[in-house]
């Protein structure tokens, strides 16, 4: 299983809020078949950083190292990005199953301001996460399965946005999902991976040490 696969853990650690607020309107041209649903319950991925001595970062001040290459977490300036920097973010994600597919839209804050993130598709089969991963059928961009839809670059605030639809079939880097994930899928997460590098590299997440996976949100049948 490739490493960032192991995003998946953080099902494990955390519960849907699926509010079904704040409905969203999507371009008339897209044709909502099902009603919105809102989730504001954003989860922070801890499972791919660590303190400068190698263990979990200890306090909101510890600066952050990616734990594939040990490469030390940048912020566009340069500066050192903290543990309290990374939990820092905030935000929902709104979907709404539309005629061309899953429509995702994300509102943010407290992102690393002027990064630039990339935001994917995680599909599990029934009964859902497990700790050997056995139960995952679909990793990929949202949007287009080229990955040239699915980046954002925060604001000097660190606000972002971002909205795209994934069509039914083959994901980015593998695997596929249906036409409406809320329900066609037994498990699906939305997770943003910050891009240390600055760069999208198209349908995948990138050669290791270049990202990390920060948030997530999780949507459940």
Known sequence: MKPFVLTLVLVAAAA?????????????????????????????VPFFIRGADGQ???????PLFEVRRGNPIL?????????????AVEGSATVQCVARGTLVTLQLSHLIPRGV???WNIVFKEPGFEPTFANVIGLGAIGSSAGTENVLRASAGGDGAISAITQPGALSAMGSIGACAPTDQ??????????????????????DGT???????????
């Open 186 to 207: 037994f498990e699906w997460h939305v997770v943003g991976a910050f891009q240390i590098d600055g760069e999208s590299h198209g349908p995948v997440l990138g050669p």
């Open 211 to 221: 990202a990390v996976e920060q948030f997530g949100f999780i949507f459940k049948r």
């Open 16 to 44: 849907v809020a699926c509010d079904g607020s704040g409905p969203f309107a999507p371009d008339a041209s897209t044709g909502p078949t099902a009603p919105s649903i809102r989730n504001t319950n954003i989860v922070h």
């Open 117 to 119: 993130y990339t935001i």
């Open 75 to 87: 912020g566009p300036d340069g500066h050192r990005v903290t543990l309290g920097e990374f939990n």
């Open 56 to 62: 979990p970062p200890a306090s909101p001040d510890s």
